[in-house]
């Protein structure tokens, strides 16, 4: 994504503000560009600054405010703001709710600095989703909604990825691998596809290198440095070469 997506983050702990904002702006394309420490410095930020930030990382238990108050303040207010829940609040109700109202995400306190990433990898790739087109298939619905990968794939995901690994863009570039099954593909290829960039794409292709899902070779077609290139094997094909 060229544009960089803003993000406001709402904590009353200036420590743990402080850690949330070191993770964030580690993440291209996210700036961190207010932090608020009560509900009131909150909703006075966003009633006045030129452009509304694109996320929010809330905490519900602000000192200012009670309960779900200020998330749903913001909701209705501004719904063009997504919201990802950080707090230790675990109990039914307020998941519920909050789902219901529409939070992008929600991660229970102390925050794991992975899932955070996974909650922030989604976030870009969602953004990156919608503005690629103004109409959409059944398998990018599926995206903008998060459900779960197809059976086959759930076993790609289902353990727990590393740092810079988002599951939707995996899914999706395991879609366009699953078209092209054993040959030779460039990463240029991919990212066309996929619409991410290719050092995104090398980044994830090394990962299923890694996996054992995909194999790297080198392409001497011309003039220059080789090409590197991937072939992706399939679950069924890796499955069989793994029992050898």
């Known amino acids: 994504m060229e544009q960089p997506l803003k993000v406001l983050i709402i904590e009353d702990d200036f420590w743990i503000a402080g850690i949330h904002k ?10 961190v560009v207010h932090t608020a420490k009560s509900a009131e410095e909150a909703l006075r930020y966003v009633s006045r600054c030129e ?38 609040a675990n109990d039914k109700r307020t998941i519920v709710a909050t789902r219901q109202a529409g939070a992008f995400d929600y991660i229970i306190k102390p925050v794991d600095q992975s899932r ?16 690629q087109s103004t109409l959409f298939n059944q398998q990018e619905v599926d995206r903008l909604f998060r459900m779960m990968p197809s059976e086959g794939q759930a076993e790609q995901t289902a353990g727990h990825l590393p740092k810079g690994i988002d599951p939707l863009t995996l899914q999706e570039i395991l879609g366009f691998l699953a078209s092209h099954l054993g040959e030779p593909i460039g990463a240029t290829a991919i990212s066309q ?20 899902q ?22 069924n094909e890796q499955n069989a070469r793994n029992k050898k």
């Open 51 to 88: 452009a509304l930030p694109d996320l929010v990382l809330l905490d519900i238990y602000i000192p200012d405010t009670e309960g779900l108050t200020l998330f749903y303040s913001l909701r209705s207010q501004y719904p063009s703001m997504d919201l990802i829940i950080i707090s230790a």
């Open 193 to 212: 596809s996929v619409g991410a960039s290719r050092s995104t794409v090398r980044r994830y292709m090394e990962y299923l290198v890694a996996t054992r």
């Open 22 to 31: 070191e993770i964030v702006e580690k993440i291209q394309p996210f700036t």
């Open 116 to 131: 955070l990433h996974q909650a922030l990898y989604s976030y870009v790739s969602f953004q990156e989703l919608l503005q």
């Open 214 to 235: 995909a194999e790297a070779i080198q392409h001497y077609g011309g003039v220059g440095r080789p090409l590197r290139q991937y072939i992706y094997r399939g679950q």
